[in-house]
């Protein structure tokens, strides 16, 4: 018999509560980063959501569960009104963690946000000085800049987080990223290698690491995690296509995260309109918990009904669920089937192959995130 409160749980009826929300407040942002999360499609300034509306959203997610909002983007610092959306957030209960590349903010307003409560910030490095940051970033003076923020977050004893992208173009100076990371007083590092959708994807052959790199920077994580225990958490995304398994995406469709666009789309992964066969619905018509709960999007692939071989008799499949839905979708048109990195995947062959052409590619000229960029580049390449 299980002890009360230890019953097994039902994955394929139970409504899991989401325990995070990322709320992309615009996708403004002075940076132009070619691996950057945002859609290929950036939203406007003039459909952003009012910081009245966050407001709202805010208190629906934490009346539906959720204990922790990343203020995200785009740059959030790109809104005059980020004072007024976090003092939201931080009244309805939520745990904030502006997530920044630091270009916008200055000594004063990041003390007001200090002042109004701000819980935790993540700082974006695209590499170790400024000359290099700058060329990936496509701003000059970013790199400079957010030394300035780190500084001031340290001053404001506010815990900070460290995001570095890490890409072909910059993995071999991973072990300068965590020194640098020390150096800024960072608690935690994100070693996030490239996702490769929206504008990484166009990216490809400038940023897909190679084997080596791969192997080496594995080493390197786990050589660095026991050298800094006490001193820094090192959180490892590593490059899916060199893996055996995938990684649980999301931790799993729909189970603990949600994702609000600049105009109110709410999504389960801030990738999923990559899938062009789902419907979103948007925050400014439908209730979030109704979303969370019913929408056809957020019960398309939660729990394991909708798997299909080899992830349908697979021991794995409670623990990946099954990979990432985007990646699927991209590589088979089918966003239930395996996802490709898996090495039990028939497209996996074909997957692996691909990530190997790129890495040897000699190209290192960014199609950097702008508005409209990806429709230029698409229009220069050649026919096939
Ligand atoms: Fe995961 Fe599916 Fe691969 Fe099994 S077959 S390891 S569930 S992706
Ligand atoms: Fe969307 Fe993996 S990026 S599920």
């Known amino acids: 018999m299980n002890a009360p409160g230890n019953e097994p749980v039902d994955i394929e009826t139970a409504i899991p509560i989401p325990m995070a929300m990322l709320a992309e407040l615009t996708h403004r942002c002075p940076l132009k980063c070619p691996y950057c999360s945002n859609p290929l499609e950036l939203t406007r300034r003039s459909a952003e959501l009012s910081a009245e509306e966050w407001v709202e959203v805010f208190r629906q ?49 990041f003390a007001d946000l200090a002042a109004r409560g701000l819980d935790h910030v993540q700082l974006s490095v695209q590499g170790v000085d400024a000359e290099a940051a700058d060329r990936i970033g496509g701003f000059r003076g970013g790199f400079d800049t957010k030394m300035r923020v780190a500084d001031w977050v340290a001053r404001e004893g506010i815990p900070l987080t460290i995001n570095a992208v890490m ?19 960072a608690r935690r590092l994100e070693v996030a290698n490239t996702q490769y959708h929206g504008w990484a994807d166009l990216n490809r052959a400038a940023l897909m690491p190679t084997p080596e790199q791969a192997k080496r920077a594995s080493e390197v994580v786990a050589e660095t995690r026991e050298r800094l225990k006490g001193t820094l958490v090192i ?19 729909s189970r603990v995260g949600l994702c609000v666009k600049p105009e109110g789309k709410v999504l389960p992964c801030h990738a999923a309109e990559t899938i062009t066969t789902l419907e979103f619905q948007n925050v400014r018509d439908v209730p979030l918990e109704e979303i969370w709960k019913k929408g056809p999007a957020f019960t398309a692939y939660r729990g394991t009904h909708w798997m299909q071989e080899p992830c349908n008799s697979c021991e794995r499949k409670t623990k990946d669920w099954g ?8 590589w088979t048109g089918d966003a239930a089937a395996t996802d490709p990195v898996c090495t039990l ?19 290192d000229e960014f199609v950097y995130r702008t508005i409209g960029g990806a429709d230029r580049a698409r229009a220069k390449e050649p026919a096939s």
């Open 61 to 109: 997610a934490a009346a539906l569960g959720v204990l922790h909002v990343h203020l995200s983007g785009g740059e959030p610092a790109s809104r005059k009104d980020l004072g007024e959306i976090t003092t939201g957030a931080v009244e309805a209960g939520l745990y904030t963690n502006l997530i920044t590349s630091g270009v916008g903010l200055t000594e004063a307003n």
């Open 167 to 185: 890409h072909r173009q910059n993995l071999d100076r991973l072990p300068e990223t965590i020194e640098l990371a020390v150096k800024l007083g």
């Open 235 to 253: 959180d490892y995304v590593p490059p899916d296509h060199f893996a055996k398994y995938p990684k649980p995406c999301m931790g799993g469709w």
């Open 323 to 330: 990979g990432c839905r985007c990646q699927a979708f991209a």
């Open 345 to 363: 995947s028939p497209e996996h062959a074909r997957m692996r192959a691909a990530a190997e052409t790129d890495s040897a590619a000699h190209a």
